[in-house]
């Protein structure tokens, strides 16, 4: 299971295991494009999510 923090307005997620840092910066309750994909990387570049793997 991977950690979060929060700063301010920015929400800090780490993961043992997974080499980046994710900065996520909602709007208005939605995370900006270029973010969503930086997400969509990484869970496809360690194959989060697959037989149990989170």
Do not use: A, D
């Amino acid at each position: 299971m991977g950690r979060k923090k929060i700063k301010g307005s920015h929400h800090i997620f780490t993961k043992v295991g997974v080499e980046e840092i994710l900065n996520i910066q909602p709007k208005g309750g939605k995370s900006k494009p270029y973010q969503v994909k930086q997400v969509r990387n990484i869970i496809l570049r360690y194959k989060l999510g697959e037989n149990g793997n989170e």
